[in-house]
């Protein structure tokens, strides 16, 4: 067995690309005909492990292995039972709870290795009970945020979440949205022409898209997988392809909605893309999104920049536009529980394109002022909102929102 062959692996002519631009080539990499004549020659069974992937290797020394095997990222139901044997192994059962492994495989997107240093470490400290958890998230924030692990999916939505207010345009109302997405999830057997749960999520930053999709998975009691445009971008040719294909793997093997956030670097217009790897990024994702048996969504905050094509593939479409009347009314009693004079109504009106995180980040800045702050200062914060977004010449103010065909 040879173990850590990444270095003797990675051939000559290897496509590792970053590497040579690094300077770490020549150091890193073996000599692919060496290499080659040793896969050749050797004599007896031979298995080699690699922490890098196929890629990093050159196809003629590929070739050569008899049988492969890809460990490929873990989804929430294999960690589950990976924490489950572990605990076992290290007699952790009475501090690491069903229930506490629940929480952690989902949560955290740790491998093997990581759930076994959280629990050696356990087992040394031994906390009691009540303090095992919290013990669990002080050892595994930092070390996922050394490797750059994504914890979390979804945070919960906020406390005060309803739909009233939002002013969203669409196909259909958000309450019938949330009907349909239970009905698609409740429907048994896998007829491949039944018709995809594709929703897009459009409107200006802070119109409520993100918090919708949060909402949506809690009512329906589904995990919520939630990858940014700039989560899937890679900077390796091929890599935001494969970044996409691997989310929706990871949503089907969870059940979950996958959330395309902030998609709009990409899936811009083909027609504008400059470079081929912007068009086969979007053709990936409307691949997928017709093979994908769950439900998918994405949101953008600049519909104009979309690809006019793909946003035709999606079944439902809802715009968030900005706040009307009654939704100002409605998140000004939400945010601030206060009653507002007619004068301060007037003057709410008047100030335009508010949308709710306008109202969200209001709330947070006045917090300190407790109950000394005012409506004046309430309003004066909002307009300050207002016109910042005036000032940033945000791009909708010009064009109207909404799907045009
Ligand atoms: N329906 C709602 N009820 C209460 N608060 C909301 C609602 N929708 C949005 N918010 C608040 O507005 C903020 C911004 O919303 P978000 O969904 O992040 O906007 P977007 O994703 O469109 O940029 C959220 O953090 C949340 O506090
Ligand atoms: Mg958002």
């Keep these: 067995m040879i173990d850590e062959a990444d270095d003797m692996l990675r051939g000559c002519d290897g496509s590792d690309g970053l590497s040579e631009l690094f300077g770490g080539r020549t150091q890193a990499s073996g000599d692919k005909g060496l290499l080659n004549s040793v896969l050749d020659g050797v004599q007896v069974p031979c298995v080699w492990i690699a922490n890098v992937g196929p890629e990093s290797l050159a196809p003629s020394s590929r070739r050569r292995f008899d049988y492969s095997i890809l460990f490929g990222k873990l989804d929430a139901s294999q960690r589950a039972a990976i924490w489950r ?91 019938r949205i949330v009907e349909a997405v239970r009905a698609f999830q409740d429907h048994k057997g896998d007829d491949p022409d039944r018709p995809r749960m594709n929703i897009l999520l459009s409107g200006p930053p802070g119109s409520g898209k993100t918090e919708f999709v949060k909402h949506l998975g809690e009512v329906l009691k589904t995990k919520v997988i939630v990858k940014t445009g700039s989560n899937l971008l890679s900077m390796w040719v091929g890599g935001t392809e494969k970044n996409i294909a691997n989310a929706f793997t990871e949503a089907e093997n969870d059940r ?14 083909r027609e504008r893309a400059q470079r ?38 999606f079944t439902f479409k809802l715009a968030f536009d900005y706040l009307d009347h009654d939704g100002k009314m409605e998140f000004f009693h939400k945010m601030f529980k206060t009653e507002l004079t007619p004068e301060e109504t007037n003057e709410l009106d008047a100030i335009a394109h508010l949308v709710p995180g306008d109202f969200r980040t209001v709330r947070q800045s006045l917090f300190y002022l407790g109950a000394t702050a005012t409506n004046a200062d309430r309003l004066a914060a909002l307009r300050q909102e207002s016109d910042m977004k005036r000032q940033g010449g945000v791009s909708s103010f010009a064009s109207p929102i909404g799907f045009h065909p």
């Design 276 to 313: 081929s790897w912007e068009v086969t990024q979007v053709n990936e994702i409307l691949q997928r999104m017709e093979s994908f048996a769950g439900v998918f969504i994405a949101a953008t905050n600049f519909l104009q920049n979309l690809d006019p094509a793909s946003i035709r593939r």
């Design 85 to 175: 044997n572990s605990v076992s192994k290290f007699k952790l059962n009475r501090l690491v709870t069903p229930s506490l492994i629940e929480t952690l495989s989902g949560k955290y997107e740790t491998s093997a290795g990581g759930i076994a240093m959280v629990l050696r470490n356990l087992a040394d400290l031994k906390p009691k009970a009540a303090d095992c958890a919290a013990l669990i998230g002080k050892l595994l924030e930092p070390h996922c945020a050394l490797l750059g692990i994504q914890t979390g999916s979804a945070k919960g939505v906020s406390r005060d979440y309803s739909l009233a207010g939002l002013n969203i345009h669409g196909d259909m109302s958000p309450v």
């Design 256 to 269: 979950a909605i996958l959330f395309f956030d902030e998609v709009d670097g990409l899936m811009q217009a």
